[in-house]
């Protein structure tokens, strides 16, 4: 069994199966039967887009309970949960809908002899694991491709935050899937986990999760050279320049990191600030971040930041602002309320002097912590922002048009803003270079790590 917590009030909600080796083995199964039954296999396009948007529909339907579950298990505000994780959820299962008869193969001139054409076929079972940040949204990034084009699906969930897709998992039923095209497990991650990403009869593994982990789950995956997707970790770059709209750049830049507890890959968690502005910015990111970061009750409409998702989080979280500590940086923890004492918190935290070469400037740390660092030219903000294994995200804050389509260009990474921070888009591709992943998710990209070309040649002679 798993447990799940509420982080606020650090008590048990409830215990979840957790499966193990033959469990999966029962699912995996079950997804590739449904893989060749008709009653999914002989779908249109458009009838599958028709399943998806019914699925979309009861998650409206049922939003409340759902966003009230997933604060309770995860720790986020419900003001969140309401106005962006649900609603998110049901956005991009429409959008994925819609591409479900919009994704057709091509014909291939060769000349009058022959006719070639191409077909998109689905990859077959698709392996998900997914995260506890955004428990809702990442599933649907997974299952709205993985449908769209026709597979089927064993998405595995974060132990920490199992409960809001398990409610989910009876909306599936309700609106109408045939059995086995989506199934839904709970398990650990070095058990249930592993098991799908080595599993024989997977086609494919999509993962979002930590860098250490998706290289583990690659090399589960190479196996039976299962086509693998990764959405793994971050240190993004923000990039402030002296012409900067100063606050426009600070409110960005507290969103961009302190936003869900931090618990985000694409947080936007290096500042980097141009010498000119650098002492009114920090100035500035301090009082905002102190009048903004209301700590407290993630049920109570005024609250910003909630519990971090567990104890081993806010504990490592800790650990990072202490070593940074020693290493000589300064801390700053602005914020009105007090800490609550119960609830696994961390307070929202600024560092500033601190070296780039420390682990506070290098690794992630998933959590509300900002590390800043001032750069006197274009050239050396770049040379800073690249200096990283990762390459998800980056952002730049400047007037000069040519600058910023400059700095978009060189960043090392698979999404860059520009006068804006983590505003990703359910149309616009999402993913990362380097360290960071493989592959897309979101958008018209997010569809080809589904399907499969075929190429049908035919011979119009005799010959
Ligand atoms: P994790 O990467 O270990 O867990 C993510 C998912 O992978 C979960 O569903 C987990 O059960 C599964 N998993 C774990 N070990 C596995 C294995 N050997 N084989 C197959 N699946 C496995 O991340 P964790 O431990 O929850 O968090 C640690 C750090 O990872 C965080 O502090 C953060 O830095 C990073 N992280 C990044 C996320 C992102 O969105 N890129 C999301 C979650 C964590
Ligand atoms: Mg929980």
């Known amino acids: 069994m798993i447990t799940s917590i509420n982080p606020y009030t650090e008590q048990a909600i409830c215990s979840v199966f957790a499966a193990e080796e033959p469990d999966v083995d029962r699912a995996v199964q079950a997804a590739r039967k449904a893989l060749k039954h008709p009653e999914w296999r002989l779908l249109s396009g458009t009838e599958r887009g028709h399943l998806m948007n019914r699925l979309a529909d009861l998650a409206d339907k ?28 049901s956005e991009v299962l429409r959008y994925y809908a819609g591409w479900a008869d919009k994704n057709p193969g091509s014909v291939i001139d060769v000349g009058p002899k022959k006719m070639a054409y191409t077909v ?50 009876s909306l599936v039923r309700e609106a109408g899937f045939p059995p086995g095209v989506i199934n839904i497990i709970n398990g650990r991650g070095g058990e249930a986990g592993a098991a799908l990403a080595r599993h024989p009869d997977v086609n494919k593994i999509a993962f979002t999760g930590s860098t250490a982990t998706g290289k583990e789950v690659m090399r589960m995956a190479a196996g039976t050279l299962k086509a693998v997707t990764l959405e793994t970790g971050g240190k993004s770059p923000l990039i402030v320049f002296d012409d900067a709209n100063l ?9 961009g990191i302190m936003a869900n507890q931090g618990q985000v890959c694409t947080a936007t968690s290096r500042l980097l600030v141009q010498d000119g502005i650098y002492d009114r910015f920090v100035e500035r990111f301090k009082a905002f971040t102190e ?23 806010a504990e490592r979280i800790m650990s990072y602002i202490s070593s940074a500590q020693d290493s000589g ?30 682990a506070a400037f290098r690794e992630e740390i998933f959590g509300p912590v900002a590390a800043i660092a001032r750069f006197s030219s274009e050239e050396e903000a770049l040379e800073i922002a690249n200096a990283t294994r990762y390459g998800l ?20 990474a698979g999404m860059v803003w520009v006068n804006s921070s983590n505003d990703s888009d359910v149309r616009v591709p999402f993913g990362g270079v380097k360290e960071s992943g493989l592959g897309r998710e979101l958008g018209e990209d997010g569809l080809r790590g589904y399907y499969t070309v075929k190429a049908v040649h035919v011979n119009l002679t005799d010959e």
């Not at 409340?64 to 959820?89: C, M, Q, W």
């Not at 606050?247 to 969103?255: P, Y």
């Open 62 to 89: 049922h939003g409340e309970v759902l966003a009230a579950i997933e604060t309770l298990d995860n720790g986020k505000p419900l003001s969140v949960s309401r106005s962006y994780d649900v609603p998110h959820f």
């Open 120 to 169: 998109k076929q689905p990859v077959g079972v698709c392996g998900q694991i997914i995260p506890w940040n955004y428990p809702l949204d990442m599933a649907a990034w997974k299952l709205g491709p993985a449908l769209s084009c026709g597979n089927t699906v064993v998405l595995k969930l974060a132990e920490q935050t199992p409960l809001s897709m398990l409610y989910v998992a």
């Open 247 to 255: 606050k426009q750049a600070v409110r960005w830049a507290h969103e």
């Open 291 to 313: 009048e903004t970061s209301v700590l407290g009750d993630p049920f109570e409409p005024q609250t910003y930041q909630g519990p971090q998702v567990g104890k081993a989080q």
């Open 329 to 358: 940086a300064e801390v700053f923890h602005p914020h009105k309320h007090p800490v609550p004492s119960k609830g696994y918190f961390t307070p929202p935290t600024i560092l500033t002097n601190v070296g780039t070469k420390t």
């Open 393 to 412: 995200a980056g952002a730049v804050f400047t007037k000069d048009l040519g600058r910023a389509h400059r700095v978009a260009r060189d960043l090392e």
